[in-house]
Structures are given as C-alpha cells and as structure tokens.
C-alpha cells in the first residue's frame, strides 16, 4: 500500500500570501495519478487538482500542482477567504489512499 | 446533471450492522464505479474500496475486508454499502463518490450519511 505524508500539519497564513503544501508518497505514484481535495467544516470535499497538475472543472487558476515520482506540491499563489480550509491528496495509481491533510488557517 | 443522493443518518449499536444507500441520476449509472469513502469526527478521509455498478465487482481495501459488502441495484441506479460488527470507532460520516471520463479521483461526491454507533 502507498503511504502518503503531508507537510505541515498546519500552515498559518495571511490573505494574499502565497501557500506551498507538500505530499510525499512512500513508493512512486504511476502516471503521476495524483490528486488534491478542499475540504470545509461540514462539507463533502471538492477536487481540486487531478493528474498531479491538471485543475478540475471550476478551480480558480490560483490553484496549481506540480510534481511527481513520489514528491508533489499544491500551491496556491495568492490566498483568498475562502481558501482557509484542509487540504488532502490522494494517490489513484495503486488502489486508493488519501493523505492526513494539511490545514490552512488564518493568521 | 450529476448528483449522488445518500440515505440518512443512522444510529446503531455495537456489534450490528448498517446499510447505506448512494443514489445516482444524471449520468449513466453503469458507466462509472463507486467509491466509498469515510471519515470520523475530526480525522482524515479513509477510503474504504470500490464497486463497479456494471459488473458489481468490487475492490475493497485490507482495513475492511471481511467486514464490509458493496452492492447495486442498477434498475434504481443505486449504490449501497453494507458495514458489520460495528463498533464506535465506526463513527463516522460515510461518502459515496465518483470521477469522471478524465480521471479517477473523485469529482462528484455524495452529501455523506452519519453513522453513529453507540450503545
């Protein structure tokens, strides 16, 4: 089973600053099949990014991934309000497996 | 459009079993599998395994097996997912989701369904 780890746990950030958030998979991702969620307080979570570095329909172009192997970044380059949430990724290249999820929070 | 409607919260007590319902519309049931997906008050998501609604095959993860069965019933366009020996650190809110013809991941979700397990 592929193990994925996020860093940091917690980012604490300002509106309008830039956020790099990290995933790490313990084996290689085939075909970089690897995705990033948004997920709010009482909410389904909402695909953000799939095949590493495609944006799902809807996403604002301040969201970005990139990466690949077993390395991967989620970047959103200026925040917004309604940004301030967790953030999970998931590898679909071996079964499934999600991340424990990195929270932004307002500073 | 796509929609994934999911019965509603259950309340349940240690050692039975519950049965939870994901109806789709808007797409052709059969074309796309289903995920089941979980996650405890607080926690992280937990995916639990997959079915296709086609065949009815199904993929569920180690975690699970034994306890867990997913089924269809493709004259409704319904998913369900079947937990037993229920204990309460299956407290959870329960996700049925879905991708997309681009993708695995999972597009279309599922408003969830609270499960609680207490005695």
């Known amino acids: 089973e592929i193990v994925l780890t996020q860093s940091p746990g917690t980012l604490s950030l300002s509106p309008g600053e830039r956020a790099t958030l990290s995933c790490r998979a313990s084996?290689?991702?085939?075909?970089?099949?690897l995705a990033w969620y948004q997920q709010k307080p009482g909410q389904a979570p909402r695909l953000l990014i799939y095949?590493?570095?495609s944006r799902a329909t809807g996403i604002p172009d301040r969201f970005s991934g990139s990466g690949s192997g077993t390395d991967f970044t989620l970047t959103i380059s200026r925040l917004e309000p309604e940004d301030f949430a967790v953030y999970y990724c998931?590898?679909?290249?071996?079964?499934?497996?999600f991340g424990p999820g990195t929270k932004v929070d307002i500073k | 459009q796509v929609q994934l409607v999911q019965s509603g919260a259950e309340v349940r007590k240690p050692g039975a079993s519950v049965k939870v319902s994901c109806k789709a519309s808007?797409?052709?049931?059969?074309?796309?599998?289903i995920n089941w997906v979980r996650q405890a008050t607080g926690q992280g998501l937990e995916w639990m395994g997959w079915?296709?609604?086609?065949?009815?095959?199904?993929g569920i993860a180690k975690k699970f097996q034994g306890r867990v069965t997913m089924t269809r019933k493709t004259s409704i366009s319904a998913a369900y997912m079947e937990l037993s020996s229920l204990k309460s650190e299956d407290t959870a809110v329960y996700y049925c989701?879905?991708?997309?013809?681009?993708?695995?991941?999972?597009?279309?979700w599922g408003q969830g369904t609270l499960v609680t397990v207490s005695s």
């Open positions: 989701a879905r991708g997309t013809r681009y993708s695995l991941s999972y597009y279309y």
């Open positions: 808007g797409y052709t049931f059969t074309n796309y599998d």
């Open positions: 079915m296709n609604p086609n065949s009815g095959n199904t």
């Open positions: 084996q290689s991702v085939s075909s970089s099949f």
């Open positions: 095949g590493a570095s």
């Open positions: 998931q590898q679909y290249g071996s079964s499934f497996t």
